[in-house]
C-alpha cells in the first residue's frame, strides 16, 4: 500500500512538471488586462464556424485569459479599421472594467492595433505584430505596379475582391462594416506603409531590419514575431500558393510580408518555420512537424505579458468573446 502511494505521489509529480513544461497550468495565460485579437487582410472573427485565428482564443482562456476577437472590415485603410477597432476596445473596456487591453494584430492588424495605440494609448498595454504589415509588402507592391490605376483591370480585381468581402460578410456576420479594397492594398504597399509610419511610429525599427523600442514613449509595449518558411506541410493546400507569392521577395519571407518589414519593438523571434498561415494556426491546425505549435507561441506570449504587466491577473473570468460592433 505504502509503495503505491509513493508511485501515485511520483505520478502527480511528473505530470505537474509536465505541465509546467508545456505551459498547461492554471493561470499560465491569465493577464492583468484582456487580450483582443485583431485579423489581417480578408479577415474575419469566425468564418461559418471557424476560427481565423484557429483555436487559439481558446487555448488562451482555457489557462486564464480574457479573450476578445475583433471583427473590422476585411478590406479598408488602416485608419479606418483603426477607428473600428477603437470602437471596439472601448466596448471591452465597458464590459470589463479594465482600464487597458493587449492587442495582439496579424499581418494588417499589426499596423491597425498600432493606430489605436497611437491615439489612444491610455487604452493599450502592448501591441504585438505577428506576420505583421508594418514596412509594406512586395506582394502588394507587385499587385500595385502590375495593375494601373483607373484601368480595367483594378476595376475587374475590385469587383472580384468585393464579392469576396462580400461572402466574409454574409458568413461571419459582419456584412454591413464598410470595404474598400484598393484602400487596403494601398496601405499595405511600401510606399503606403511609409506615410503610415511617419503618423504613427512608436514600435517601427528606424533602421532597416532590427528591433524597434520594447516601451514607446506613449508607454506602450511593442512586440513582434514571424515565420520565414512558405512551404511547411505537404498537406496543407494553402502551401503551394504561399510558395508562389513568396517568390517575389529577395529576403527571407512567410510568403506575403518579408521577415524585416514585420518587426517591431521587441523581436520575439523572426525565423519559426511558418508562412503567414500557420501563424494564425491555419489552415485548420496544420503546420511544420518540426516546429513550435503556433498556440504555444501565443501562450508563451500570454505569459509573457502576464509578466509584464503585473504578478496580480485581473480578475474577470477567463473567456473567449467575439466582439461585434
Known sequence: MKRISLLILCVAIALNAQAKLFGHQSGYTQTKYPIVLVHGLFGFDSLAGFDYFYGIPQTLSKDGATVFVAQISATNSSEVRGEQLLTQVENVLAVTGAQKVNLIGHSHGAPTARYVASVAPEMVASV?????????????????????????????????????????????GGSDLPQDGLSSLAALT?????????????????????????????????????????YTNVLDPADPAMLIL????????????????????????????????????????IHHLFETDPKTLYRQHANRLQLQGSSHANDNPSAYVLVRC
Not at 191 to 219: L, M, R
Not at 260 to 279: A, F, P, Q, W
Open 246 to 285: 513568396g517568390l517575389a521577395f529577395d529576403e527571407p519571407n512567410d510568403g506575403l510580408v518579408g521577415q524585416c518589414s514585420t518587426h517591431l519593438g521587441k523581436v520575439i523571434g523572426d525565423d519559426y518555420k511558418m508562412n503567414h498561415l500557420d501563424e494564425i494556426n491555419g489552415l485548420l491546425g
Open 190 to 230: 511600401t510606399e503606403g506603409s511609409v506615410a503610415f509610419n511617419a503618423h504613427y511610429p512608436e514600435g517601427v525599427p528606424t533602421s532597416t531590419c532590427g528591433d524597434g523600442d520594447s516601451q514607446a514613449d506613449n508607454g506602450v509595449y511593442y512586440y513582434s514575431w514571424t515565420g520565414t518558411s512558405t
Open 128 to 172: 504585438t505584430s505577428v506576420g505583421g504589415v508594418n514596412k509594406g509588402s512586395k506582394v502588394a507592391d507587385l499587385v500595385r505596379s502590375t495593375v494601373p490605376e483607373d484601368s480595367a483591370a483594378e476595376a475587374i480585381a475590385v469587383k472580384l475582391a468585393g464579392g469576396l468581402t462580400t461572402l466574409i460578410g454574409l458568413l461571419s
